[in-house]
């Protein structure tokens, strides 16, 4: 985030304000996987239609969680 706001960007914590999303996930417990999809499914809830999704963490560092993720998440922008 600091690299972010060194170039200009500025941070907020309200989704609808943001043109870009980073949801960061953990991949360890179920629990947390979880978690980390129902983050992913508010913020696409949230998010406008201008506006990027970053789905990063562990659980997309792992081939077989990232698909599943993209699958079940059409709108994810990158990862």
């Known amino acids: 985030l600091g690299v972010s706001v060194s ?3 500025e941070i907020t914590q309200d989704c609808e304000e943001a043109d870009v999303i980073v949801v960061n996930t953990c991949g360890f417990l179920e629990s947390a996987r979880q978690e980390s999809r129902d983050a992913i499914q508010d913020m696409m809830a949230a998010k ?3 506006s990027k999704l970053l789905v990063t963490g562990c659980m997309v560092n792992l081939k ?3 698909q599943e993720i993209l699958d079940r998440f059409p709108g994810i922008d990158a990862v």
Do not use: A, D, T
Request: glycine share 12%.
């Open 7 to 9: 170039e200009g960007m």
């Open 48 to 50: 406008r239609s201008n």
């Open 64 to 66: 077989q969680q990232q």
